[in-house]
């Protein structure tokens, strides 16, 4: 199978600008670019897709460059968004910029790293507007859907910083074609028109040909993108979202976006995709794609070793293995759970049942004891009379589970 082919039975291929892009992608020498914004000191998973693509790209023998947008990244693409952006501190865009390059220079290793800031904050605005803004049209650009969209309600707008966005990724678009012989960007397909005003500038300043090709958005099972927010985002650093935890949230996965998460995320093959497809369809309370999904990319972002942890974890999460889970996997596999800090001293179940909301009152707690729905570590507790002992009872010597019939559970933290 060609690459096309390839991109096209995984769903990836959305537009293109030229009808010669499926034979250029097959006969590779191509040399491919994909920007990413530095508006945080991790990539996530809705970025994740683009990192696959040019891995895809150069496994079949072409050039590819990751773009940090340490210029454009101060101003912000107005694109999916319907206000304005906050504009980072130099600072905050450093830490980031240095974030990011960690990840992309560690998941497409051969890669060429380029920061537009190195020539786009060189360049002064005389020339900007000579060199750049003279070969395009207000009429242009106001017809671009990013743009167009900002003035759809009375109370937006776009303010003339974001509106210039465009015309600077053009400016990366024809730096990297003069610099090294970039002829290919790829990006989701709300990037279209960033994309051809890059190919356009190209085309009138270098008489050249460039190409475009876009993918369609990673949208979640309600049709909603991936993106960043305060809570809820999953990080592709670990220490940001665990290994542990962005499994799970792969586990997760709704039955009808499992299929297209495995092609557009995992390298499997047509055929074992095809089987997982038949298994979600005929014995969906199996849940056997969304844990192939999980294990599959979290070894690919986090490497199988915390794969096979993660995975572990998950298995062992209502049986007394969870005694050999290493400290940091066990908190992250109860990250969730609610906790209560205790003096490191002895005490009765009874009364920490009733303190941790496990119980409603004491008797309440008695009367579950009694009837064997009480669990310390997975261990089925002895009776009313127990006492959680923090020297013998305790994971790493400080920890302790508690947990009330399958589904309620509580982290018991003795003071150390």
């Given at each position: ?8 039975w ?9 009808p ?9 020498g ?40 340490g ?24 830490a980031n910029l ?16 380029e920061?537009?800031?190195?020539w ?26 990013s ?15 974001e ?22 960007q ?23 040909t ?88 979290t070894?690919l ?17 209502f049986?007394?293995?969870i ?8 908190l ?8 209560t ?8 179940l ?5 303190a ?57 933290r003795?003071?150390?």
């Amino acid at each position: 199978m060609g690459l096309f082919d390839e991109l096209q039975w995984r769903g990836l291929v959305h537009d293109f600008t030229d009808p010669v892009v499926p034979e250029r992608l097959d006969a590779g020498g191509l040399v491919a670019y994909i920007g990413f914004d530095p508006t945080a000191d991790s990539l996530h998973i809705g970025n994740l897709l683009q990192m696959c693509n040019l891995r895809r790209l150069q496994e079949h023998g072409h050039g590819v460059i990751a773009l940090a947008g340490g210029a454009t990244g101060m101003i912000g693409d107005p694109g999916g968004k319907s206000e304005e952006r906050n504009l980072l501190s130099s600072d905050e865009l450093a830490a980031n910029l240095d974030g990011i390059r960690r990840q992309l220079e560690d998941f497409l290793p051969g890669a060429i790293f380029e920061d537009n800031g190195e020539w786009l904050k060189r360049m002064s605005v005389l020339d900007f507007l000579r060199d750049v803004g003279k070969h395009f049209t207000v009429n242009q650009m106001v017809a671009k859907e990013s743009v167009k969209s900002r003035f759809e309600g009375r109370d937006q707008g776009i303010s003339f910083t974001e509106f210039s966005y465009m015309l600077l990724q053009a400016a990366d678009y024809l730096h990297l074609f003069d610099t090294h012989g970039c002829n290919l960007q790829l990006g989701a397909s709300d990037q279209w028109g960033n994309i051809t005003m890059g190919i356009e500038l190209i085309r009138k300043v270098r008489g050249a040909t460039a190409y475009g090709f876009t993918t369609p958005l990673v949208l979640k099972a309600d049709g909603t993108k991936f993106g960043k927010s305060e809570t809820g985002t999953i990080w592709l650093d670990a220490r940001r979202t665990s290994p542990y935890s962005f499994f799970q949230f792969l586990v997760r996965t709704e039955d009808s976006v499992v299929g297209p998460y495995l092609r557009y995320f995992t390298w499997l093959e047509r055929e074992r995709i095809g089987e997982l497809d038949g298994v979600t369809a005929e014995r969906p309370e199996q849940r056997e794609a969304q844990k192939v999904l999980a294990w599959e990319v979290t070894a690919l972002v986090h490497g199988e070793k915390e794969a096979d942890k993660a995975r572990h974890a998950s298995s062992v999460l209502f049986s007394e293995e969870i005694a050999g889970l290493d400290e940091q996997t066990l908190l992250d596999v109860f990250a969730e759970v609610p906790s209560t800090d205790v003096a490191r001293e002895p005490v009765a179940l009874v009364d920490l049942l009733a303190a941790t909301g496990l119980a409603k009152s004491k008797s309440d707690a008695r009367r579950q004891l009694d009837q064997g729905g009480v669990y310390v570590n997975n261990r089925r507790a002895a009776g009313a009379e127990a006492v959680l002992d923090p020297v013998v009872d305790t994971l790493h010597g400080r920890y302790a589970v508690l947990r009330r019939g399958k589904a309620q559970q509580h982290l018991v933290r003795f003071a150390s």
